[in-house]
C-alpha cells in the first residue's frame, strides 16, 4: 500500500529504506542455493507490479491496490515474492517517481505481512501436498494473516507519521480495503486450485 508522501518524516522514511534492503538482503542465500528464482522473482515482480498499476485507489493516507501478494506466494515461494515485492515497486517509479521517498516504507508494507503469514500459515502449505494442500479454508487463513499485517503495517506508519488523526484515517482505509481482501482471497483461491 502507497503511503502518501509527506506523512512519513525523512528519517524514518529512510530507517525504512534500511530496514527494507536488509530484508531483500536476507532472501538472497535462497537464490544462490536454486538460481532458478531468479526467473520467479522476475514474473512476481511484473505480476505485482501490473495489477498494481491495473487498479488503485486513493483513501485517506494512502491506496488501495489489487496486488496478489498471496496469489505470488503460493504461486512463487517466499524468497522469490519477498524480493519480487521490492522489484514492483522500482518498477512502479517509471510510472510514479515521486513515490521514492517511501520505497522502503511501502516495501516493509508488503514484506513483513507475508513474512508474518510465511510463518504463522504458509509453511504448513508448502508442506503440504496433494488435495489438502490449498483448501479454501487454508487460503483464507494466509490472506487473512497477510491482509491483517498490511493493515496494522499501514496502523504503525500512521501511529509514527505526521498524521493528525491517525485512527480516523486508519478506521476509513480499513473499511474501504475490506472488499479488497475479499476480491484477493478469491482470487487467490481460484488461481491455485486451477
Known amino acids: 500500500m502507497h503511503i502518501e508522501i509527506g506523512i512519513i518524516d525523512p528519517l524514518r522514511a529512510a530507517a525504512a529504506n534500511a530496514v527494507a534492503l536488509t530484508v531483500v538482503a536476507s532472501q538472497l542465500p535462497a537464490f544462490v542455493r536454486e538460481p532458478s528464482r531468479i526467473v520467479k522473482t522476475g514474473i512476481a515482480a511484473v505480476i505485482v507490479a501490473v495489477l498494481m498499476q491495473s487498479w488503485h485507489m486513493p483513501v485517506g493516507p494512502s491506496e488501495l491496490h489489487l496486488i496478489g501478494a498471496t496469489t505470488v506466494y503460493l504461486l512463487f515461494g517466499f524468497a522469490s515474492t519477498i ?39 504458509g509453511r504448513r502449505l508448502f508442506a503440504t501436498s496433494g488435495a489438502e494442500r490449498f483448501t479454501l479454508a487454508r487460503v483464507l487463513r494466509v490472506d487473512a494473516v497477510y491482509y491483517a499485517g ?10 509514527i507519521s505526521n498524521d ?31
Do not use: C, K
Open 83 to 121: 524480493v519480487g515485492f521490492a522489484l514492483a515497486l522500482v518498477l512502479q517509479l517509471a510510472v510514479e517517481p515521486g513515490d521514492l521517498p517511501h520505497l522502503g516504507v511501502n516495501a516493509l508494507s508488503l514484506m513483513l505481512p507475508l513474512a508474518a503469514a510465511h510463518l504463522t500459515f
Open 150 to 159: 498490511v493493515s496494522a503495517m499501514l496502523a504503525f506508519w500512521l501511529m
Open 164 to 194: 493528525p488523526m491517525p485512527v480516523a484515517d486508519w478506521a476509513r482505509w480499513a473499511v474501504a480495503y475490506l472488499p479488497v481482501f475479499l476480491a484477493e482471497a478469491l482470487i487467490t483461491f481460484g488461481t491455485v486450485t486451477v
